[in-house]
């Protein structure tokens, strides 16, 4: 499913997502395919659901006109010595 089908389908809501096609250009992460797994009217579940979330499942809300995951990079941290 397409971001714009799942903007139609369910305007102004959260929507749980699973990333089924992806690519990356220029450190963002553009999501091509998805699956609806589940939409939500209320927004602490979908945090609840969001902090939960790992892989390719995301908690994104329809009120966004594009679906981009800005890829951010973590370097390690080294303690005092």
Sequence with gaps: MKWE?????????FVKIQILKAHIEDNVRYID??????????EREATRELVRAK????????GKE???VQIKQIFG?????
């Design 5 to 13: 089908e799942v903007r139609k389908i369910y305007p102004d809501r």
């Design 33 to 42: 395919d998805m699956a609806v797994m589940q939409a939500f009217d209320d």
């Design 55 to 62: 892989d390719d499942i995301l908690v994104y809300h329809t």
């Design 66 to 68: 594009k679906l981009e």
């Design 77 to 81: 941290f080294r303690g005092a010595t």
